[in-house]
């Protein structure tokens, strides 16, 4: 959101990012002309308001569907279900505005007649995210490198389990770079990668890159692996 806010500033529009818990921040947005939520806005503002409300569907349909589920487990609730909050939002919102041409589609089978779902590009700052000088390559012939979050339809898995086979038919000497691996999904990656050899033929942290180390490995690296289904791009 930050990084939308940045963008449109440049542009020339007055733009800020509020948070809905905080009153008092609610206040410098009482004039705005469009109000953009991701989530939740409080109701005694979206009932008070009168500017256009646009609901922006960050994440794709089939995370939001699977959070409904697993933090439902957890006993969240509210919040939590993003499934319901995309159907509060599909009915009330003035436009839905997703990054994804397949998220678009979706989004409009799942709505009325005239709901009123656009796709907009993604943009990609280009003054910082470039090539340039690397910082070292990473090890590997090749090196591979992904980061994605650890949702169940991003994760892993798949290229876990396949990567011993990558490197005994005929690339010895690759090397996969994975960074992101949350904690509390340890007991799942590390006794998988242990027993599986992977681990042999990686490096895996749960630290995750900053943006200036991410630049670096982009340039240091061989091959970036997208591990989102249905082949949408971060």
């Known amino acids: 959101a930050n990084h939308i806010c ?3 500033r440049k542009l020339g529009l007055d733009s800020i990012v509020v948070d809905t818990s905080n009153d008092l921040e609610w206040a410098q947005a009482d004039d705005a ?6 989530l939740w806005m409080p109701p005694k503002i979206m009932y008070k308001t009168k500017a256009p409300l646009v609901w922006m569907a960050h994440g794709t349909p089939e995370v939001m569907g699977e ?3 697993t933090e439902q487990a957890k006993g969240h609730y509210g919040h939590a279900d993003g499934w319901m909050i995309a159907q509060w939002w599909l009915q009330h919102a003035d436009v839905t505005v997703t990054f994804w041409p397949r998220h678009q589609a979706i989004w409009q089978s799942l709505s009325d007649k005239n709901t009123r779902i656009e796709g907009v590009p993604l943009g990609v700052d280009k003054d910082f995210w470039k090539p340039m000088e690397s910082g070292g390559k990473f090890a590997g012939e090749p090196s591979v490198f992904t980061a994605e979050n650890c949702y169940m ?3 892993p898995w798949d290229l876990l389990i396949a990567w011993p086979w990558v490197v005994e038919n005929g690339f010895p000497n690759a090397k996969l770079h994975l960074v992101n691996v ?3 999904q340890s007991r799942l990656w590390y006794p998988l990668i242990n027993r599986n ?7 895996l942290t749960n630290r995750r890159f900053s943006h200036e180390e991410l630049r670096n490995a982009f340039n240091s690296v061989d091959f970036y692996c997208g591990l989102v289904r249905y082949a949408d791009h971060n």
């Open 182 to 184: 949350p904690y509390d």
């Open 6 to 8: 940045e963008a449109e």
């Open 67 to 69: 959070n409904s589920i």
């Open 153 to 155: 339809m991003k994760w």
């Open 197 to 203: 050899g992977a681990g042999y033929h990686a490096y």
């Open 33 to 38: 002309d469009v109000h953009v939520v991701h």
